[in-house]
Protein backbone atom coordinates (compact mmCIF):
# COMPACT_ATOMS: atom_id res chain seq x y z
CA UNK A 1 0.00 0.00 0.00
CA UNK A 2 1.07 3.53 -0.88
CA UNK A 3 -0.04 7.13 0.04
CA UNK A 4 -3.01 7.56 2.44
CA UNK A 5 -5.99 5.02 2.80
CA UNK A 6 -9.09 4.99 4.30
CA UNK A 7 -11.99 2.81 4.71
CA UNK A 8 -14.85 2.62 4.28
CA UNK A 9 -14.84 4.46 1.08
CA UNK A 10 -18.45 5.01 1.79
CA UNK A 11 -20.61 4.83 4.50
CA UNK A 12 -24.32 4.87 5.19
CA UNK A 13 -25.70 5.28 8.83
CA UNK A 14 -28.38 6.46 11.34
CA UNK A 15 -28.48 9.07 13.56
CA UNK A 16 -28.33 6.28 16.78
CA UNK A 17 -25.35 4.50 14.67
CA UNK A 18 -21.58 4.41 16.44
CA UNK A 19 -19.11 4.39 13.69
CA UNK A 20 -15.15 4.72 12.82
CA UNK A 21 -13.58 5.32 9.91
CA UNK A 22 -9.83 4.65 9.36
CA UNK A 23 -7.15 6.45 7.74
CA UNK A 24 -3.26 4.95 7.43
CA UNK A 25 -0.25 6.95 6.07
CA UNK A 26 2.61 4.87 4.33
CA UNK A 27 4.98 8.07 4.31
CA UNK A 28 6.65 8.40 6.94
CA UNK A 29 4.98 11.58 8.38
CA UNK A 30 4.53 12.86 11.42
CA UNK A 31 1.02 14.82 11.23
CA UNK A 32 -1.75 14.21 10.26
CA UNK A 33 -5.42 15.56 9.58
CA UNK A 34 -9.43 15.14 9.25
CA UNK A 35 -11.32 17.29 6.90
CA UNK A 36 -15.33 17.72 6.09
CA UNK A 37 -16.07 18.19 2.56
CA UNK A 38 -19.21 19.65 2.40
CA UNK A 39 -21.13 20.18 -0.59
CA UNK A 40 -20.68 23.81 -2.09
CA UNK A 41 -18.58 24.46 0.70
CA UNK A 42 -14.20 24.87 1.30
CA UNK A 43 -12.88 22.15 2.56
CA UNK A 44 -13.15 22.67 6.25
CA UNK A 45 -10.39 21.72 9.22
CA UNK A 46 -11.49 19.36 11.58
CA UNK A 47 -8.48 17.76 13.60
CA UNK A 48 -4.32 17.93 13.54
CA UNK A 49 -2.17 15.33 15.02
CA UNK A 50 1.26 15.91 15.36
CA UNK A 51 3.33 13.14 16.79
CA UNK A 52 0.19 11.78 18.16
CA UNK A 53 -1.00 14.43 19.92
CA UNK A 54 -3.61 16.39 19.06
CA UNK A 55 -2.85 20.17 18.46
CA UNK A 56 -6.02 21.25 17.05
CA UNK A 57 -9.71 20.57 17.38
CA UNK A 58 -11.53 23.48 15.15
CA UNK A 59 -14.63 23.73 17.20
CA UNK A 60 -15.83 20.47 15.79
CA UNK A 61 -18.81 18.72 17.97
CA UNK A 62 -18.26 16.51 20.23
CA UNK A 63 -20.42 13.21 18.16
CA UNK A 64 -16.97 13.66 16.55
CA UNK A 65 -13.97 12.12 18.44
CA UNK A 66 -10.59 11.64 17.12
CA UNK A 67 -8.25 9.04 17.84
CA UNK A 68 -4.33 9.02 16.78
CA UNK A 69 -2.53 5.84 18.58
CA UNK A 70 0.20 6.41 16.58
CA UNK A 71 1.71 8.29 13.98
CA UNK A 72 0.57 6.17 10.86
CA UNK A 73 -2.84 5.73 12.26
CA UNK A 74 -6.05 8.11 12.37
CA UNK A 75 -9.41 7.39 13.10
CA UNK A 76 -12.55 9.60 13.65
CA UNK A 77 -15.47 8.00 15.88
CA UNK A 78 -18.92 8.72 15.14
CA UNK A 79 -22.27 8.72 17.21
CA UNK A 80 -25.47 10.41 17.01
CA UNK A 81 -24.93 11.88 13.83
CA UNK A 82 -27.21 14.74 12.47
CA UNK A 83 -28.18 14.52 8.48
CA UNK A 84 -26.11 17.58 8.07
CA UNK A 85 -23.50 15.55 9.14
CA UNK A 86 -23.65 13.59 5.58
CA UNK A 87 -20.29 15.15 3.78
CA UNK A 88 -16.91 13.64 2.33
CA UNK A 89 -14.45 13.05 5.42
CA UNK A 90 -10.62 13.27 3.85
CA UNK A 91 -7.58 12.36 5.83
CA UNK A 92 -4.06 13.97 5.14
CA UNK A 93 -0.57 13.80 6.34
CA UNK A 94 2.26 15.95 6.10
CA UNK A 95 6.01 15.34 6.97
CA UNK A 96 5.39 18.01 10.17
CA UNK A 97 2.46 19.78 11.06
CA UNK A 98 4.29 23.37 11.13
CA UNK A 99 6.69 24.83 8.99
CA UNK A 100 6.57 25.87 4.95
CA UNK A 101 6.56 23.69 1.90
CA UNK A 102 5.45 20.44 3.45
CA UNK A 103 2.35 19.88 1.91
CA UNK A 104 -0.41 17.89 2.32
CA UNK A 105 -1.16 14.37 0.73
CA UNK A 106 -4.78 13.29 1.14
CA UNK A 107 -6.95 9.74 1.05
CA UNK A 108 -9.40 8.89 -1.25
CA UNK A 109 -11.57 10.37 1.30
CA UNK A 110 -15.11 8.30 2.94
CA UNK A 111 -18.39 9.61 1.64
CA UNK A 112 -20.72 9.36 4.56
CA UNK A 113 -24.34 9.38 4.78
CA UNK A 114 -26.53 10.09 7.49
CA UNK A 115 -30.00 9.18 7.45
CA UNK B 1 -13.02 38.42 4.70
CA UNK B 2 -12.23 35.35 2.68
CA UNK B 3 -8.21 34.30 2.73
CA UNK B 4 -8.41 32.75 -0.60
CA UNK B 5 -10.73 33.49 -3.55
CA UNK B 6 -11.47 31.40 -6.89
CA UNK B 7 -13.73 33.36 -8.66
CA UNK B 8 -14.54 31.09 -11.66
CA UNK B 9 -16.68 28.46 -10.29
CA UNK B 10 -16.31 26.14 -13.98
CA UNK B 11 -14.31 26.60 -16.68
CA UNK B 12 -14.25 25.28 -20.30
CA UNK B 13 -11.25 24.60 -22.17
CA UNK B 14 -10.42 22.38 -25.26
CA UNK B 15 -8.29 19.58 -25.30
CA UNK B 16 -4.69 20.76 -26.63
CA UNK B 17 -5.05 24.37 -25.14
CA UNK B 18 -3.85 25.83 -22.19
CA UNK B 19 -5.96 27.16 -19.02
CA UNK B 20 -5.54 29.64 -16.21
CA UNK B 21 -7.33 28.75 -13.13
CA UNK B 22 -7.48 32.22 -11.31
CA UNK B 23 -6.74 32.40 -7.42
CA UNK B 24 -6.33 35.65 -5.32
CA UNK B 25 -5.07 35.63 -1.85
CA UNK B 26 -5.41 37.76 1.47
CA UNK B 27 -2.41 37.40 4.21
CA UNK B 28 -0.90 39.71 6.15
CA UNK B 29 1.98 37.55 7.13
CA UNK B 30 5.43 37.78 5.10
CA UNK B 31 5.99 34.04 5.12
CA UNK B 32 3.34 31.78 3.63
CA UNK B 33 2.89 28.78 0.72
CA UNK B 34 0.19 28.60 -1.78
CA UNK B 35 -0.52 25.09 -2.90
CA UNK B 36 -3.34 23.62 -6.03
CA UNK B 37 -5.08 20.50 -5.32
CA UNK B 38 -7.20 18.63 -8.17
CA UNK B 39 -10.13 16.79 -6.76
CA UNK B 40 -11.02 14.39 -9.83
CA UNK B 41 -15.04 12.58 -9.64
CA UNK B 42 -13.40 10.03 -7.35
CA UNK B 43 -12.72 12.63 -4.48
CA UNK B 44 -9.03 12.00 -3.45
CA UNK B 45 -7.81 15.15 -3.44
CA UNK B 46 -4.36 15.61 -5.30
CA UNK B 47 -1.19 17.91 -5.25
CA UNK B 48 -0.42 19.46 -8.10
CA UNK B 49 2.26 22.58 -7.13
CA UNK B 50 3.68 24.96 -4.25
CA UNK B 51 4.62 27.84 -4.25
CA UNK B 52 6.56 29.78 -1.27
CA UNK B 53 6.26 33.51 -0.68
CA UNK B 54 9.81 33.84 -0.87
CA UNK B 55 11.17 31.49 -3.80
CA UNK B 56 12.31 33.94 -6.29
CA UNK B 57 10.91 31.86 -9.66
CA UNK B 58 7.64 30.64 -10.80
CA UNK B 59 6.86 26.72 -9.68
CA UNK B 60 6.34 24.23 -12.59
CA UNK B 61 5.83 20.63 -12.40
CA UNK B 62 5.57 19.37 -15.88
CA UNK B 63 2.57 20.63 -17.81
CA UNK B 64 1.67 22.51 -14.39
CA UNK B 65 2.86 26.12 -13.90
CA UNK B 66 1.85 28.45 -11.13
CA UNK B 67 1.95 32.14 -12.20
CA UNK B 68 3.13 33.97 -9.16
CA UNK B 69 2.71 37.63 -8.66
CA UNK B 70 2.75 38.48 -5.19
CA UNK B 71 2.28 42.17 -5.43
CA UNK B 72 -0.84 41.22 -7.19
CA UNK B 73 -1.52 38.72 -4.25
CA UNK B 74 -2.47 36.24 -7.05
CA UNK B 75 -1.27 32.35 -7.69
CA UNK B 76 -2.71 31.46 -10.94
CA UNK B 77 -2.79 27.73 -12.04
CA UNK B 78 -1.67 27.48 -15.29
CA UNK B 79 -2.39 23.69 -17.46
CA UNK B 80 -0.33 23.20 -20.47
CA UNK B 81 -1.73 21.64 -23.57
CA UNK B 82 -4.95 20.33 -21.53
CA UNK B 83 -6.00 16.95 -21.40
CA UNK B 84 -9.30 15.06 -21.13
CA UNK B 85 -8.14 13.49 -18.11
CA UNK B 86 -7.95 17.42 -16.42
CA UNK B 87 -11.46 17.48 -15.97
CA UNK B 88 -12.10 17.80 -12.58
CA UNK B 89 -12.37 20.03 -9.39
CA UNK B 90 -9.15 22.25 -8.89
CA UNK B 91 -8.54 24.16 -4.87
CA UNK B 92 -6.13 26.73 -4.34
CA UNK B 93 -4.63 26.46 -0.89
CA UNK B 94 -2.33 28.70 1.84
CA UNK B 95 -0.95 28.26 4.47
CA UNK B 96 0.29 31.32 6.27
CA UNK B 97 3.57 31.42 8.30
CA UNK B 98 2.77 31.79 11.92
CA UNK B 99 4.84 29.60 13.55
CA UNK B 100 1.79 27.86 16.06
CA UNK B 101 -0.67 27.88 13.58
CA UNK B 102 1.60 26.94 10.10
CA UNK B 103 0.16 23.47 9.12
CA UNK B 104 -3.41 25.30 8.33
CA UNK B 105 -4.33 25.17 4.52
CA UNK B 106 -7.30 27.36 3.62
CA UNK B 107 -8.71 26.08 0.91
CA UNK B 108 -10.26 28.40 -2.06
CA UNK B 109 -14.33 27.53 -2.94
CA UNK B 110 -12.80 25.63 -5.89
CA UNK B 111 -13.04 25.87 -9.89
CA UNK B 112 -14.84 23.20 -11.88
CA UNK B 113 -12.94 22.32 -15.30
CA UNK B 114 -14.18 20.52 -17.97
CA UNK B 115 -12.22 19.46 -20.75
CA UNK B 116 -13.80 19.39 -24.33
CA UNK B 117 -12.45 16.73 -26.85
Known amino acids: ETGVTQTPRHLVMGMTNKKSLKCEQH?????MYWYKQSAKKPLELMFV???????ENNSVPSRFSPECPNSSHLFLHLHTLQPEDSALYLC??????????????FGPGTRLTVT | AQKITQTQPGMFVQEKEAVTLDCTYD???????LFWYKQPSSGEMIFLIY??????QNATEGRYSLNFQKARKSANLVISASQLGDSAMYFC??????????????FGSGTRLLVRP
Open chain 1, 27 to 31: LGHNA
Open chain 1, 92 to 105: ASSHSATGEGYEQY
Open chain 2, 27 to 33: TSDPSYG
Open chain 1, 49 to 55: YSLEERV
Open chain 2, 93 to 106: AMREGTEDSSYKLI
Open chain 2, 51 to 56: QGSYDQ
